[in-house]
Structures are given as structure tokens and as C-alpha cells.
């Protein structure tokens, strides 16, 4: 990647950190983004804690999406980013008043140590937290000092005033001027000690301390809001929570918030903690919602007026029992989601709702863009139902990876595909049981599909006769620059059911006598017969990434 000139003088400015005191003073604001920048890429926390502390301009900006390649910033810098927000809190030289580090997160353990979004939340949360603290001391040594200040100027103006009476009594024509200025004198340390009682009970209160008063009575003025992605799990449940109630200098805003193995109840208090404009998206995991939690949460969502991508995913939704009451339970649901008027991403796994598509997706006032259905059990009728539905021309990502295709199911999946032909960009058939015959049906639907970016298809047992009549099929796709195809059922050792699933395929070993690259090979070389050099093959699904085709 070429670097711009401005660029790499950033990045040698940075690199010496014992120079900065002689330029710090001197940059011009509109080069500390492309400091800053250099600072992240060369991992030069001090250079990101002294650039972000006196921050000239009113927002910042650290995160969003990474172009390819480009590593996530370590996890020092984003320590020294937090720490240098709370310290410039109390620096005159800052005009920051908001900061945007949605997207900042990276995957734990990655290169470079970046900080993933658990660990990055609970740092969010504790700068919060530190912040109101720090600012609460500041306060309270400000009110020492102005206490201090205004008794001392009580006690010259009542020095003042004693001299004054004894100025006067003097002066008058009585032979008793001693008794008086001592009776005048011990009146004025009186009336000092009665007025210093007074203060010291309307600052503490009456049975109250101090700092609890001065708590209730404190107006909270917020100096900088920040944006930012928030995981939570019940680890983190309570330091989250402290840190969207307490009130101080830094009020946090939640763009997309995840959580983890968390009740319906916790959900919809943390939900009640947000700003309701800034949230766009929720994603929830590994939490035994049910129908009815579902059905609870669905109203409150509502409220967010610009919440556009709802996640669910392993949630204890099962429809398949002949529970009472489960089609009141549906209507609440398909009520619920007819309120999401700016729904746009929807995206349902595991959750084993057969026969249900229709009711789930008709209610929902606009169409979707993305739609993710994996081990959702769909039914005949439910890809009858999604191929003729509203959402199906204005798809742009569609998953339904380890939802069984067969004969039944294939002319629905034809119908739909070419339906979305004009907008689908990317497709997962992942886990289908898609076997030579049943693609051979798709592929004329498939290579309809002009604006397909990425398409994978792995964990189905096709032969190498298959992958080969798919690769032909991929390399006159246009916009395609992604495929994951499946290892060859001749990759496999011996023993391999004749019609493997999808978890016989994933835990069958391949056969370590034959060379894996023969295949690489092969399909590269039906590829490069084609003249296509701009599609990427890949057999590697934990590594695969359909973003990378964007």
C-alpha cells in the first residue's frame, strides 16, 4: 500500500517521542488527524495520548471499518486514547466534545494485541466511571478553596467593621469607652462563630455528610459524548449499567450493542439506559429469551426510532411443540415486528421456527436488505412464502446455510434467486445437502445473479465433476470475487456415507495420501481458462470472509 507524503512525514514525526515537546506547540490543526493516524499505525501510545488530550477540533473519529489488510489499533493505544479523553476534561487546549470509536474493536488475540469488544467496553465503562470521580474531586478542592476564600473575606470585613466601632467609641465624650470595646469586641467573635455555624450546616446538612449533599445538589454539564459499540455479557452486566447511570463530564451513547447470556429482564433495563436516537442495532446471543421474552422486548425496541438491524441467535425460540398458548404468542410477535418501521437487517439462527417464515416476515412494514436464516429449519412453505414475499427484491445478503434443500424446495430457491437477481450481493447455501444434481438445477438461477459478490456453498457433498460445472458457472459472474467451494467427496477418506451431512462432512477427515492442491489446481486452472484473475477460491471456511469481497 502506497503511503501519501503527508503520511510519512507523520509517521517519522511520531516515531520520536522525545521531540514531541518541540512540535506539539506548533502543528497546525488540520495535520493532528494524519499525527494521530501515524501514531495508530506505529503504535505510539504516548504520540496518541499527547495528540488526543489537546484535540483542537469538536468531534473525533477513531475506528470504523479498516480497509483490507489494515490491522486493528493495539490495545495501548486505545488505552492511552481513553486515558487522554479524562485528562482533557481539565485541558484548556481541548475542543472535543465528541468522540466516535464505534467499530474500534478487533478480534482477541489477533496480531498486533488488539483489544476486543468485551475488553474494550469494560475500559469504556471504567473512563466513565474515573471521569466523574476525577471530576467530582475537582469540585470538592474548587468548593474547599471558595469556602476558604469567602471566610477569610468574612473575617476582614469583620475585623474592619470592630475597628470601626472602636474608632467610635472613642471619640464620644464618655468616660466608660473601655467596658465597651470589650463588650463590643467579644459581640463581634460571637456573631463570627454563629455565621461560620450557619455555612458549615447549609453546605453538610442537616445529619447529612458533605459529599453526600454536595452529590444531590450537583448539576452534571456533559463536556464530551462518546459513540461506541457495546458488548456486554453478565460479567460486565453491573460496571455497563454504573456507567449509563452515573451522571458526569462523559455521557456514553451505544451505536450497536451485543449481549451474551443475558435475561429478557437485564435486556430491557439496559435497553431503558440508552439514548433512544442513537441506537441502530441489536444483536443478542446465547440468551434464553422464548417466545414470550421475545414477545416482551419486541414493544420496548420500538421506541428506537432509528433501529435498523435486529440479530437473534440461539435464543431458546422453538415453535415445533404443541405448546397453549403459542399463536397469541406469534401474533405478539408478528405485532411487535410490524412496529420496527426502520427495520432493514434481520437476522434469525437456530431458533427453530418451521412453518412460522410468513408469519415473522409479512407484518414487517419495509423491505429487507439483509436476511440471515441459518439452522432456522425452513420449511417447504417457508421458501415458498420468501420467494414470492416483498423483501425478495431488495435483498442484498441472504444466508440460509444448514437449512435442508432437496427436490421439493429447489424450484422455490430457483424462484427466488432470480427474483433477487438484480440486487443479491452476497449468498450463503452453506450446509444445504447440495449434491451434483440439485446445483446442476441452480447454477442457470445462480449465474442470473449478476450482482453476486460472494457465494458460498461449502459443506455439500459435491463430487470434483461438480465444483468443476461451478467454477464455470462463477468465472462467467461478473461482479463475483469470492467463492467458497466444498472439498470433493474424492478428498475424503473411504467410508464416507453416500449422502453425508453437513457435520459428517466437517468432521470426516480427508484423505492425507492424496495432494489437497490437485484440486487448488484444477478449479484454478478452469479459472484461468476462462480469463477470469480477479475471483478469489477458497475451500477455507474459517478463515473465509464474504466483506473482503466489497
Wanted: proline share 5%; aromatic share 4%.
Amino acid at each position: 500500500m502506497l503511503h501519501s507524503l503527508v503520511s510519512l512525514c507523520a509517521r517519522e514525526v511520531v516515531s520520536d517521542h522525545s521531540s514531541s515537546p518541540a512540535w506539539l506547540g506548533w502543528v497546525p490543526r488540520e495535520l493532528y488527524g494524519a499525527l494521530l493516524e501515524a501514531a495508530f499505525a506505529c503504535c505510539r501510545p504516548l504520540a496518541v495520548g499527547e495528540l488526543v488530550q489537546r484535540w483542537p477540533e469538536r468531534s473525533l473519529r477513531v475506528g470504523g471499518r479498516r480497509r483490507t489488510g489494515q490491522p486493528a489499533p493495539s490495545r495501548l493505544c486505545i488505552q492511552a486514547l481513553l486515558l487522554a479523553v479524562v485528562r482533557g476534561l481539565a485541558d484548556h487546549r481541548s475542543a472535543l466534545q465528541v468522540l466516535d470509536i464505534c467499530g474500534l474493536q478487533g478480534d482477541e488475540g489477533g496480531m498486533g494485541d488488539p483489544m476486543g469488544g468485551w475488553s474494550l467496553t469494560v475500559a469504556l465503562c471504567t473512563m466513565v466511571i474515573q471521569a466523574r470521580a476525577g471530576a467530582q474531586r475537582a469540585q470538592r478542592k474548587e468548593g474547599d478553596r471558595e469556602r476558604k476564600r469567602f471566610s477569610a473575606l468574612e473575617r476582614e470585613r469583620d475585623l474592619k467593621r470592630e475597628r470601626g466601632q472602636r474608632l467610635g467609641v472613642k471619640a464620644e465624650e464618655t468616660g466608660s469607652k473601655g467596658p465597651a470595646s470589650e463588650e463590643e469586641l467579644i459581640r463581634g467573635v460571637r456573631r463570627r462563630m454563629e455565621m461560620e455555624r450557619r455555612r458549615g450546616t447549609a453546605v453538610t446538612g442537616v445529619g447529612g455528610s458533605k459529599p453526600e449533599t454536595e452529590e444531590k445538589e450537583t448539576h452534571w454539564e456533559v463536556s464530551v459524548h462518546v459513540r461506541a459499540d457495546l458488548f456486554v455479557n453478565a460479567r460486565s452486566w453491573e460496571r455497563v449499567r454504573s456507567a449509563l447511570t452515573t451522571p458526569g463530564p462523559l455521557r456514553l451513547q451505544c451505536r450497536y450493542l451485543r449481549v451474551e447470556e443475558i435475561s429478557a429482564t437485564s435486556i430491557r433495563t439496559l435497553l431503558n439506559l440508552l439514548p433512544r436516537r442513537a441506537l441502530l442495532g441489536i444483536d443478542v446471543r446465547y440468551s434464553s429469551l422464548g417466545v414470550a421474552g421475545l414477545a416482551e422486548l419486541l414493544p420496548l425496541l420500538s421506541t428506537y426510532p432509528g433501529l435498523n438491524s435486529l440479530r437473534l441467535h440461539y435464543c431458546n425460540l422453538d415453535l415445533r411443540r404443541d405448546n397453549p398458548g403459542q399463536e397469541e404468542l406469534l401474533r405478539e410477535l408478528s405485532r411487535g415486528l410490524a412496529n420496527l418501521q426502520e427495520l432493514r437487517q434481520l437476522s434469525l439462527t437456530a431458533l427453530r421456527l418451521p412453518g412460522q417464515l410468513r408469519v415473522l416476515l409479512s407484518s414487517l412494514p419495509q423491505p429487507l436488505e439483509v436476511l440471515e436464516l441459518p439452522y432456522l429449519s425452513l420449511s417447504p412453505t417457508d421458501l415458498a412464502y420468501l420467494s414470492c414475499s416483498h423483501h425478495v427484491s431488495s435483498l442484498q445478503q441472504l444466508d440460509l446455510s444448514e437449512n435442508c434443500l432437496d427436490e421439493t424446495t429447489v424450484s422455490s430457491v430457483r424462484r427466488l434467486l432470480s427474483q433477487a437477481s438484480s440486487s443479491l450481493q452476497h449468498l450463503s447455501l452453506s450446509g444445504c445437502g447440495l449434491t451434483d444434481c440439485l446445483l446442476g438445477l441452480l447454477l442457470p438461477s445462480l449465474g442470473g445473479c449478476w450482482a453476486l459478490k460472494s457465494l458460498a456453498l461449502a459443506l455439500n457433498p459435491l463430487s470434483m465433476a461438480g465444483l468443476v460445472e461451478l467454477v464455470r458457472t462463477a468465472a462467467r459472474m461478473p461482479c463475483l470475487r469470492q467463492l467458497l467451494y466444498p472439498n470433493p467427496l474424492e478428498d475424503y477418506l473411504p467410508g464416507l456415507p453416500d449422502m453425508p451431512s453437513s457435520t459428517q462432512l466437517l468432521e470426516w477427515p480427508l484423505d492425507e495420501s492424496t495432494d489437497t492442491s490437485v484440486t487448488s489446481n484444477q478449479l484454478s486452472k478452469v479459472l484461468t481458462d476462462s480469463g477470469r484473475a480477479d475471483l478469489l477460491l477458497t475451500c477455507d471456511l474459517l478463515n473465509y470472509d464474504k466483506d473482503l469481497a466489497d
